[in-house]
């Protein structure tokens, strides 16, 4: 028996392959199983190869698998694409309609299923997913009746019937390879799993729970790829808490009215990608010198232009970091897990209030649509703090107004809401004096740029720099951020049995930086390497720029869509220790 092992489903987009995926996972992950999955797809409504790939495990897993066991091809076009991965003596399940072939060179088992025709006796070849579902499942030798089960809370809204006839699909499709393949096949069998099911979720849904756990109750967006999903998932659910969800016309539209809507003093939230949040720039500015409260998601994606809107890619940093015009105080932080998706959130919200900020949360692709278990997250630990929010304003004599940008020796101004009784104070994007009248006296400008740049400087939120440096002098200290830090794992369990003493850091604050933390790691390690999806090693330049170390620092990129794979990271970083 093994105790982990990696299954593929690949078609043409819109012909069933994530459905296949959502009921095949749903079912393990009822058993207890821990799964992390990969989705490949078109930037494309319909049409063009899709694969989604999921790693099953009966310990906790945090990034894809090398290689496959099992390919589920509904065309020739996925065998080719992707039997390279298959590990020696895999399987490969395939449609029998195409005539399936196996790639000269590859050793693996094929069995040529008529999945369409089953399909299609059943009514429609709409069920296909189902017959190969049931195919790759009983390879498996697990209880089919678990398996029905997903199938049923998939189908059950459209009635008895139609769930009838999808597990008699999945039942067809099991019993027909294993009469190919004289029964379940042992090499393939599963360890048990401890049967406790956990939260199995893509970061987005995360993202999008723990903003309502913090408070907010509207978002305004613009559907984008990778970011869509947060829209969706709160288009269910905020209305369930008295918020709802605004489709702006585009993302200029989105950003402005999350900013008018935090001004008012709702928690209002935006979500895009790289494009969106170039849109956004001059906003964000406006936020700043506002010092407007702002929370805004960008989940990454390959650039620059359109790009490759449904691949991977780190690139966004340097524009989130750098893209406003002037100088602003912002918060730049990235989850590196779905319960971070979860609990940055909440903390983004407070920091943005606590210090009246921009925080822009940043994630990328595959963090953002993988889809992966992770434990029962600690609502306990939800606390909302909204800073300096001023609820009892004295009452205001003549032409007084409220000092809403008054000097402070933290920089942080006392905020009030639109209607407050002895709040009235003026707000424009230009400079301005401690009411907010505009002002272009030098002396002013200079003391109002210096209120708002120190209101940063005590700034470090939770896991600021995420440490697993089991070695105080290690051979090679591995650095990334966002979706890398499972591979990384991975990737440094082979340099350990290898001798090579390693440490691991994930950086998840990265504006404004955490040098001082990160120094006392960098001193300590013999060689850095700093592991990024993108073509110009920009975390990289901002660990150079603010602590220095340049020579022993060296860069792992890549920028071709895809993700790191364990062994990538293993064979070059042993290169370099």
Avoid at 221 to 232: D, G, R, V
């Amino acid at each position: 028996m093994i105790s982990q092992l990696s299954w593929k489903i690949g078609g043409q987009q819109g012909e069933g392959v994530e459905s296949t995926d959502r009921i095949f996972s749903t079912a393990l992950n009822r058993l207890g199983y821990y799964l992390y999955g990969y989705r490949h797809f078109s930037s494309r409504i319909k049409g063009g190869h899709t694969n989604n790939k999921i790693r099953i495990s009966t310990k906790p897993i945090r990034a894809i698998s090398d290689d496959l066991d099992i390919l589920v091809a509904f065309d020739q076009e996925s065998i080719d694409l992707n039997a390279r991965e298959l590990r020696q003596g895999g399987v490969i399940v395939a449609d029998a309609k195409f005539d399936p072939t196996v790639p000269e060179g590859i050793d693996a088992r094929l069995f040529a299923v008529p999945i369409t025709k089953m399909a299609e006796e059943l009514g429609t070849s709409l069920m296909k997913n189902m017959v190969a579902s049931g195919a790759s499942w009983a390879l498996l030798g697990l209880p089919l009746e678990v398996l029905g089960k997903a199938v049923e809370e998939e189908f059950g809204r459209k009635g008895p019937a139609i769930v009838e006839k999808n597990i008699e699909a999945v039942k067809r499709g099991a019993e027909f390879v294993l009469e190919q393949a004289g029964g379940p096949l042992d090499e393939f069998k599963l360890h048990e799993a401890d049967g406790k099911q956990k939260l199995f979720m893509i970061g987005n849904e995360a993202i999008g729970l723990g903003s309502i756990a913090a408070g907010c109750r509207l978002m305004s967006a613009y559907p984008i790829t990778p970011a869509s999903e947060i829209m969706e998932y709160l288009i269910k659910k905020l209305p369930k808490f008295g918020g709802t969800v605004v489709q702006t016309e585009d993302e200029i539209a989105a950003v402005t009215m999350a900013i008018g809507a935090n001004y008012a003093g709702v928690r209002t939230m935006t979500a895009s990608a790289g494009p969106g949040l170039s849109l956004m720039m001059e906003a964000i500015g406006l936020a700043g010198m506002t010092e407007t409260p702002l929370v805004i998601v960008n989940t990454q994606r390959g650039g620059p232009s359109t790009g490759l809107p449904t691949k991977q890619e780190q690139s966004d940093l340097n524009a989130m970091v750098y893209g406003t015009h002037g100088e602003i105080p912002k918060v730049v932080i990235a989850p590196a897990s779905i319960e971070d998706c979860f609990y940055d959130m909440i903390e983004a919200f407070n920091v943005s209030e606590q210090y009246q900020v921009p925080v822009i949360v940043m994630t990328d692709l595959q963090l953002s649509l993988g889809k992966q278990s992770c434990e029962p997250l600690d609502y306990s630990k939800v606390q909302i703090s909204r800073g300096k929010l001023v609820t009892d304003a004295p009452a205001l004599e003549g032409p007084e107004l409220f000092k809403r940008y008054e000097l402070t020796d933290d920089g942080i101004s006392p905020r009030v809401l639109p209607g407050e009784k002895g709040g009235l104070h003026h707000v424009t994007g230009v400079e301005h004096d401690e009411v907010g009248r505009p002002s272009e006296n030098a002396v002013n400008r200079q003391r109002m740029m210096d209120k708002r740049l120190k209101k940063l400087n005590d700034l470090s939120i939770r896991d600021a720099i995420r440490v697993d440096a089991p070695n105080e002098t290690p051979d090679l200290l591995m650095i990334g951020m966002g979706s890398t830090g499972g591979t990384i794992d991975a990737a440094r369990a082979l340099l350990e049995q290898d001798g090579v003493k390693t440490g691991h850091i994930t950086v998840r604050q990265i504006h404004p930086f955490p040098t001082d933390a990160l120094k006392l790691y960098l001193e300590k390690a013999k060689k850095v390497v700093v592991i990024e999806n993108n073509a110009t090693a920009q975390l990289a330049g901002q660990i150079k720029m603010y602590t220095g170390f340049s020579d022993k620092i060296e860069s792992l990129l890549k920028y071709d869509g895809n993700p790191f794979l364990p062994l990538e990271v293993y064979k070059a970083s042993k290169e370099l220790s």
